[in-house]
Each structure stands twice: as structure tokens, then as C-alpha cells.
């Protein structure tokens, strides 16, 4: 047996509890695939780089640990930096171990060389190539820390091939052990504080974003929400950590924050996805977050707390002891969670053919439970997705709600998804034209024995696309919109997989459950109407 470096990096990875690798094969990562066998990692090879970084990204916001992916050098590197970006974007803890060509061979043009480091710099928070076989183990150190601190987010790590074939020594490897990252509470006055806004505030309401998720704080959410009956929002990876189904929740933030004299923002950028912060003109704005220079980014606050969201509930609910919500403020949520219901109740019952969006959204909520996961792609039917799907547990939403706006996720995400959560039952949830960016995804969930379902909203078209060219150029100009009717189950099942074409909405919830028994990678084609709630100006919550 050969040993290399691979076989250190597949060790150290395993102490940080990854189980699985993304990657596509090639020579200058053989090491790194190797020491997966050295260490029983399972080695998930996929139909792109792109899909692989995705993948990692999926294992990592369902598990709540870092994902890992590995790339070879040039094109290889250089079709991962779509999901490189991604998580920079969402703050998603992945990290790239990328082939290189030889320190000897740098700037001759070597087979496949291109500039790595410099490029992975603009989106990682690390961003390093090893030079020296002996310091990997501290440049992997420095990496995970980077990657899981205070501004947690992408990492990436450059392997010459020089350097990766050969093995880390004895003594290096005893080095720069893994160590759990510092969390750190907020400053015991500015949580007085915020704890006396609370207590004043008429109609106060908590919005929970990614940083709630990547702190764990799923129980010290539900003992502050049940001690002092404030309103819940959740927002991105935090969706699921107080399910939807529990009394104090009230889902994505919409009109209550709008509602709100204070808004406590709890781990979440107020980015464009969360109305860049311009809640109303007289809310006062509380942010907790465990990066100080993410405070006050688009809209001036009142407070900034800096500290872990799950420490900083916890210093609340000791400054709020004996606190309750006023009841009146919860009713008018109550009726507006009951008033959007009804807006669209016809919608989830719709019977009309092709199926309406929100039909397909309400089937797939009946025949969830709690341990449904759901993968959420990009684009029209996606967002309409993201808004209406339940979330029932911690890591339940995978929705590439991002304002990168990528296409293709959906399918990696539940791929990564299912081997963090095997017994959970994972649906990603996509349009056609997102399902063209990762179809052959399908083929790596086969291969490799990972039965997710793939539900495709079928409109045969561009929905975004075709809407706003019309409303901008006119009827009968439209181009590059149309994809036709194309039998996307029937691909499916030629690669090994289960497929099945959905016309008529009473038969989609029995063909999520042939899916399910079928015990296969699956494919529900379901024709839907092309018909969007996105221009129906609607708010959650």
C-alpha cells in the first residue's frame, strides 16, 4: 500500500465527524480518494464539479457539520466556483480540496494550470496552497476555523501533486489536532438591553436566520419561545428550527416584521431576500450576530449584539424571566396566518389541469412528516416553493432561497442531504428548466444507491423568463423561453432509476408513495399550469 497525504487528510476529516466526500476522479486528487478508502469515508463521485461542491453544501446545512468536496486542477477547479460562490453567499461551511499542478511545474504551462488560489480567494474565507507536505495538517486546521468561526462560510486548500503524494510525517501528524471553534455570549449590558426593548415593545417579533442553524440553537429557540410567547420567524438554514407546526411560529418573515415596532434579527444578513432591513419607519431594529461586521450592513440599528444566537437566547431568557407576549399582539399574527391561508386555499385545492403551482406545493405538504427533508432549487416554481412548503425539524429546508440566484442546486443538495439524514425521506423540489442544469445528478444518486425524489414542476418553459420578456417586449416576441414538453421521467428510468408522468393532481401524492417503494432515485414529471403567485404581491407570516 501506498501512503500519501491522502491518508492524513481522509484522518482528519473524520475526526471532524465527515463521513462522505464530493468530488469527480482524476490524478491529482488519487491520494485524497485513496485515504477515503484508508479511512472509510464514503466517496460520492459526481457528473460535474459543480454538483460536487452543491452536494457538500446539501450534506453540510442537513447535518450541521462542514461538507467536503475534491476537485482536480484547472476546469475541474474552475466548474466548482459556481458552488464556491454559493456558500460564500449563503455563509456555508464547505471546504474544496483542489488538485494542483507541481510547485516545480508553476508558471510553464503545466497540463491544466490556472490560477486557483486567486480566484477561491474572492469567495473563501481560506484560501491557501500548500506548499509543503508536513504542513497540511495546519493549513487544514486553519482552514476549519476559518470556515466555522465568526463569519463562517467556504474554505479552500490547493494540493500541488508534488506535495499531495507524498506523506505527511509521523510527527507532523500529531500536530494541529482538531479543535472545537470559541462561541462567545453577548455583552451582559447590551442583552439587559435588548431585554428591556422587548419588554416595552408593543409588538415585538424574533427573526432567526443561518446563524441560529450553524449554532445549534434549535433548543434553547424552543425554551425561549415557550417562556416568553414572542413570535418566531425563520428565515434560510434556520427554517425547521422551530418547526412551522409549533404555536409561537410563524415561518418566513413577511407582514409581521413589517407589523413590528421591534424586530430582534437573530443570525441573518437584512440583505435583499430580507427587505434590506426597511421594516417600517419607526421599528427599531436589535441585531444579534456572532460577526460585528455584519451589524448594521444596509440599515442602521438601534442595538448590536455580538454572540453566538444560541448563547444570547439563552441571556435573554434569564432577563426575561416572568415575561409574556401581550396576547393581542399574537392574535393579530393569528389572523393574518389564518387570512393567508384562506387567500390561498382555492390554490391548494385547485383541481384545474395542468396543475396549479400551489396544488403541487399543497399535496407535497400532506404527504410530508417530520422526517421529510426537502431540497429546494432555484427559480420561479422554487420560490413559490420555498414559501409554501412546511418545515418540521432542524435542517428540514435546504432552499437555495440565496440572492446569487444559482440553478441547479436542488438536485446535489438533496443528494448530500440523504447520506447526512439516510432514513429521512428527501424530495427536492425544482422546475424544468432548473432540472436541466443537474439532471445527470440523477445518474450519481443511482450509482450510487441514494433513493431522493425529484419533483418537477413541468410548465415547458423559462416561467421567470417568459413572464417578464412579455410584460417588457410584448406578446409574440418572446425567445429563448420555451423548452417543450419533454418526458424527464422516462430519462430517469433509462438511467435505473423510478419514473412517473403526473397529469392529474389526485394522483400526485400516490405517486410520491410508488416512489418511496419503489426504493429508487426518482422522478415525478408532473405538468403544471404556467401560472405564478409571485406577482400577487404576497407576504408571509
Not at 422554487?382 to 412546511?390: D, Y
Not at 417578464?468 to 409574440?476: D, L, P, V
Request: proline share 5%.
Amino acid at each position: 500500500m501506498m501512503k500519501t497525504s491522502g491518508h492524513f487528510i481522509g484522518k482528519y476529516l473524520k475526526r471532524r465527524g465527515i463521513d462522505a466526500l464530493f468530488g469527480l476522479s482524476g490524478g491529482h486528487v488519487y491520494p485524497i480518494m485513496d485515504g477515503c478508502v484508508e479511512n472509510e469515508i464514503r466517496f460520492v463521485d459526481t457528473r460535474h464539479e459543480q454538483a460536487a461542491a452543491f452536494a457538500a453544501e446539501g450534506y453540510a446545512l442537513r447535518s450541521g457539520k462542514p461538507g467536503a468536496y475534491t476537485v482536480i486542477a484547472g476546469p475541474g477547479f474552475a466548474n466548482a466556483v459556481s458552488g464556491l460562490a454559493h456558500a460564500s453567499v449563503t455563509l456555508s461551511p464547505t471546504i474544496c480540496l483542489a488538485g494542483d499542478v507541481g510547485v516545480h511545474e508553476e508558471d510553464k504551462g503545466a497540463p491544466q494550470e490556472v490560477e486557483q488560489e486567486g480566484v477561491a480567494a474572492f469567495y473563501a474565507n481560506f484560501a491557501k496552497t500548500v506548499r509543503t507536505t508536513d504542513r497540511i495538517p495546519q493549513y487544514l486546521e486553519l482552514a476549519f476555523q476559518q470556515m466555522l468561526g465568526s463569519n463562517p462560510g467556504p474554505a479552500y486548500l490547493g494540493l500541488p501533486m508534488n506535495v499531495s503524494w507524498r506523506a505527511v510525517s509521523d510527527e507532523a501528524e500529531n500536530m494541529f489536532m482538531p479543535r472545537d471553534v470559541p462561541k462567545a455570549q453577548g455583552n451582559p449590558n447590551d442583552v439587559a438591553k435588548a431585554a428591556e426593548m422587548i419588554k416595552s415593545a408593543k409588538k415585538p417579533a424574533i427573526v432567526v436566520g443561518s446563524g441560529g442553524f450553524w449554532s445549534g440553537a434549535a433548543s434553547e429557540l424552543k425554551a425561549f419561545a415557550e417562556q416568553t410567547e414572542l413570535p418566531i420567524f425563520t428565515r434560510n438554514a434556520a427554517r425547521g428550527l422551530l418547526p412551522d407546526e409549533h404555536p409561537q411560529c410563524y415561518g418566513l418573515p413577511g407582514l409581521g416584521v413589517f407589523r413590528a415596532d421591534l424586530v430582534v434579527v437573530m443570525g441573518s444578513r437584512m440583505n435583499s431576500g430580507f427587505y434590506y432591513g426597511q421594516f417600517g419607519d419607526d421599528t427599531q431594529i436589535v441585531q444579534v450576530d456572532c460577526n460585528n461586521a455584519a451589524m448594521g450592513n444596509n440599515q442602521e440599528i438601534d442595538l448590536g449584539i455580538c454572540g453566538d444566537v444560541g448563547l444570547v437566547l439563552d441571556q435573554l431568557g434569564a432577563e426575561l424571566q416572568g415575561f409574556k407576549c401581550d396576547g393581542e399582539w399574537i392574535s393579530i399574527l393569528d389572523d393574518a396566518k389564518a387570512k393567508r391561508m384562506a387567500k390561498f386555499g382555492s390554490d391548494y385545492h385547485s383541481d384545474m389541469r395542468p396543475v396549479h403551482p400551489l396544488r403541487i406545493l399543497h399535496e407535497l405538504n400532506e404527504f410530508a412528516d417530520e422526517h421529510t427533508t426537502f431540497a429546494i432549487d432555484g427559480g420561479d416554481f422554487a420560490v413559490e416553493a420555498a414559501r409554501h412548503l412546511n418545515a418540521s425539524q432542524v435542517g428540514a429546508h435546504l432552499s437555495n432561497g440565496s440572492i446569487l440566484g444559482s440553478l441547479g442546486p436542488g438536485i446535489p443538495f438533496a443528494i448530500g442531504a440523504k447520506i447526512a439524514a439516510p432514513d429521512d425521506t428527501v424530495i427536492c423540489v425544482m422546475g424544468d428548466g432548473a432540472f436541466g442544469l443537474s439532471a445527470m445528478e440523477m445518474d450519481t444518486a443511482i450509482r450510487h444507491n441514494i433513493p431522493i425524489i425529484v419533483v418537477i414542476g413541468n410548465d415547458q418553459c423559462w416561467g421567470m423568463v417568459e413572464r417578464s420578456y412579455k410584460e417588457a417586449f410584448g406578446e409574440n416576441r418572446t425567445v429563448g423561453a420555451e423548452l417543450g414538453d419533454r418526458p424527464y421521467d422516462k430519462m430517469v428510468e433509462a438511467l435505473g432509476g423510478y419514473g412517473e408522468r403526473v397529469e392529474d393532481p389526485e394522483e400526485i401524492q400516490p405517486a410520491l408513495r410508488r416512489a418511496v417503494e419503489s426504493k429508487k432515485p426518482a422522478c415525478i414529471n408532473i405538468v403544471m399550469a404556467r401560472q405564478s403567485i409571485l406577482s400577487a404581491g404576497e407576504q408571509g407570516g
